[in-house]
């Protein structure tokens, strides 16, 4: 019963979260904490920060977090597959749709306006990023005199890298990661 | 369009070594994915890539999942979704079963934290990459409304914090425009 409860509270999630990891977040609260009772705000909120610190969408990580302490891999399994089964039926649909009618004059040119905002789009995510690197802080936060000159190295460095020698994107990220934990754990700010 | 099985497999593995190395957002994965599917192996166009995060963006869900079930169709049906979905999810799932179990020392090692952190410079470069192949396509175009668009949309999506949907649905509102002013002026023969 537990099971299939943390299910369709996943289902929710999945169905629920309209424009990315961030919007899911008191989604997943409401459901996992509020109304099932299935862990505290405590734990939620270790859940969040773990989720922020590992690799894929924090829903995915989520379900797989409440699953795991729940009820082990079959919970994992189950919550993972009910977070993405409205995304899979949802965007087999519109994948069907836009690869029937994309060809079409029309449908083109409409889809010509949309290129250049979700270009933008990009640019916003890595810029945040960016400022996160630089200043660990929000565009509104950022202290000109708390630029870490280490990160702005490594990014000057990875995007030359990245442009001259077309050196493979996952290299670069992993990369800096082993870069830069080296050179702060040689500064001793470790 | 033709399905091909013979790519599932590159599929999976591309779409697992790219979820497993997303650090922060989905737009992250978005470029990992311009640079894997659209430079390195040649299985879609740009636009294409471009159309693919319009619609994954506006569609509930987590965007990373969203992206594989669209790019897995394209390639080989839904056989090529399901396989895409798997190995996009498979990282995470794998990743946090086995942090859940000791996540407090996980989360307080100053080593993790820090490597994280200066992490961000190296994904902000993969984007900044992207994006300056990308933005000097759109400004090849030499189409003002375009130009603009882009610019405008930058603006009001990081400094004035406009959701994403609503940039995307304003887009489409415009291109809807577009063409109604398009297929007016082709009726007028050209004569406006």
């Known amino acids: ?190 | 369009m033709k399905k091909d099985y013979s790519k599932l497999w590159v599929l999976f593995k591309s779409m697992f070594v790219l979820s497993a190395c997303t650090f922060g957002g989905g737009f992250v994965i978005v470029s990992l994915m311009k640079k894997k599917f659209v430079e390195e192996l040649q299985w879609l166009e740009e636009d294409e890539m471009l159309d693919v995060t319009a619609i994954t963006q506006s569609a509930p869900g987590p965007l990373p999942v969203n992206a594989s079930v669209i790019i897995g169709y394209r390639i080989a049906g839904v056989i090529g979704s399901l396989t895409a979905i798997l190995g996009t999810i498979l990282p995470p799932m794998i990743i946090i079963s086995i942090i859940s179990l000791f996540y407090e020392q996980f989360r307080t090692n100053p080593y993790i934290s820090t490597a994280l952190q200066v992490m961000r410079a190296g994904v902000a470069a993969v984007i900044f990459d992207v994006v300056i192949n990308l933005a000097g396509n759109v400004i090849k175009t030499k189409r003002i409304l375009y130009i603009s668009m882009m610019v405008i949309a930058f603006v009001a999506t990081y400094l004035l914090d406009v959701s994403a949907m609503i940039i995307i649905l304003t887009c489409l509102g415009i291109g809807l425009l577009d063409l109604a002013v398009g297929t007016f002026r082709k009726k007028n023969g050209g004569v406006a």
């Open chain 1, 1 to 190: 019963m537990l099971l299939l409860k943390l299910f369709f509270a996943f289902i929710q999630v999945g169905m629920f979260s309209v424009g990315g990891g961030y919007a899911a977040i008191p989604l997943i609260q409401e459901q996992i904490v509020n109304i099932y009772g299935l862990m505290t705000l405590e734990e939620f909120s270790d859940l969040i920060t773990v989720a922020e610190m590992t690799p894929g969408p924090i829903s995915i990580n989520s379900a797989t977090f409440v699953g795991m302490r729940i009820a082990g891999i079959p919970g994992v399994l189950l919550c993972s597959i009910g977070c993405i089964i409205p995304s899979f039926c949802i965007c087999l649909i519109l994948a069907h749709f836009y690869y029937k009618y994309r060809s079409v004059g029309g449908v083109q040119v409409v889809l010509g306006a949309m290129r250049p905002a979700v270009v933008s789009l990009i640019a916003s995510a890595g810029a945040s990023i960016l400022m996160l690197g630089l200043f660990q802080a929000e565009l509104r936060e950022v202290v000109v005199g708390e630029l870490r000159v280490v990160e702005l190295g490594i990014f000057v460095v990875a995007l030359f890298l990245l442009r001259k020698y077309k050196v493979s994107a996952i290299a670069i990220i992993l990369g800096s990661g082993v870069v830069g934990t080296i050179i702060y754990a040689l500064l001793g700010a470790i």
